[in-house]
């Protein structure tokens, strides 16, 4: 019954940013955290950032923390990934999820591509 739909993508020079938001619906209450992986093409999907959709404690990948940050908005049922200094390896599918349980990702949405050029 949970939907999640991502939007923000499209393409940018190295140094720039993005941001992209995820719009959900459904029983959003009953999640534990929100948060963001992508896919770069020929690899694995791999985490970026979440957030705790009560108390809004946040996690980063080493490889993101500092240049993004991720946020929500609890009456809006969105959360959000402010993309600062991109670089051509965060290029990929970024999708957002959602966690019944802390880390059991279970309701995805449909990916929205990020390209960064060098």
């Known amino acids: 019954q949970v939907q999640l739909v991502e939007s923000g993508g499209g393409l940018v020079q190295a140094g720039g940013s993005l941001r992209l938001s995820c719009a959900a619906s459904g029983n959003i209450l009953s999640f534990n955290s929100m948060g963001w992986f992508r896919q770069a093409p020929g690899k694995e999907r791999k985490f970026v950032a979440d957030?705790?959709?009560?108390?809004?404690?946040?996690s980063y990948a080493d490889s993101v923390k500092g240049r993004f940050t991720i946020s929500r908005d609890n009456a809006k049922n969105t959360v959000f990934l402010q993309m600062n200094t991109l670089q051509p390896e965060d290029t990929g599918v970024y999708y957002c999820g959602g966690a019944l349980v802390e880390g059991a990702y279970s309701a995805w949405g449909q990916g929205t591509q990020v390209t960064v050029s060098s």
């Open positions: 957030i705790a959709w009560r108390g809004g404690r946040t």
